[in-house]
Every structure is written in C-alpha cells, then in structure tokens.
Nanobody, 128 residues
Framework: QLQLVESGGGLVQAGGSLRLSCAAS????????MAWFRQAPGKEREFVAA????????YYADSVKGRFTNSRDNAKNTVYLQMNSLKPEDTAVYSC?????????????????????WGQGTQVTVSS
C-alpha cells in the first residue's frame, strides 16, 4: 500500500519561502505521477502543481505560476514543492497526491479524481 507523508509546512511572513516535501513508500516511486493540492478553510480543494513520472514536465495553477516549483528525486522517493514569494492567500493545508494512471493533459493532472493516493497534509500559514 502506498503511503505519502508530507513535511515542511509552517508559519512564514508574506514574501517568504517554504519547501514542502512528500516522501513515498510502498510502491515504485518512478511509476507515479505526483501532484500538490491545497485546501483553505471553507474553500474547495484546489490544484497547485503536478509533475510527471520522469520529472521532465511540470504543471502549475495560474495562481502559483512563477512562484512555486515542483520537483522530484526518484532516487529518494520524494517530491518537493518550493514556494517563494508567499502570499496570505497561499494559506492552506497542502497535500501531496499520487497517481498510477498515464495522464495526457493539464485537465487530467489538475483533477483530484486522477489521484488515488493522498497524504495527510501539512499546514502552511502566511502572515501579512
């Protein structure tokens, strides 16, 4: 059974940076497409970023493009989300997700229904 464990969340001032990590175990990591989603209180879950199995391609929500970078290290079974220039509106619980499916489009990568495996989430709070 695949397990995903996020870390790296915390409290940061606006304009600051955080790096989230998601460590996977229980399945061949390089066979998984990975993504990050976030959910703020009272709001729907929102797509943030995704990365292909090889790491050669990444996808981002418009709200984070240019500020966040999604990467992965298949040797360490870990995916990362580097978050720079953080804004108060980035405050949310961030969860990583994994899919065994072959995904062909942004709509596929950005849909929560694509992902069968989810981590427990890590809180990111950005103060103004």
């Amino acid at each position: 059974q695949l397990q995903l464990v996020e870390s790296g969340g915390g409290l940061v001032q606006a304009g600051g940076s955080l790096r989230l990590s998601c460590a996977a175990s229980g399945r061949t990591f390089s066979s998984l497409a990975m993504a990050w989603f976030r959910q703020a209180p009272g709001k729907e879950r929102e797509f943030v970023a995704a990365i292909t199995r090889s790491g050669r391609s990444t996808y981002y929500a418009d709200s984070v493009k240019g500020r966040f970078t999604n990467s992965r290290d298949n040797a360490k079974n870990t995916v990362y989300l580097q978050m720079n220039s953080l804004k108060p509106e980035d405050t949310a619980v961030y969860s990583c997700a994994a899919s065994t499916l072959t995904i062909y489009s942004y709509s596929g990568f950005s849909s929560p229904r694509t992902y069968a495996y989810w981590g427990q989430g890590t809180q990111v709070t950005v103060s103004s």
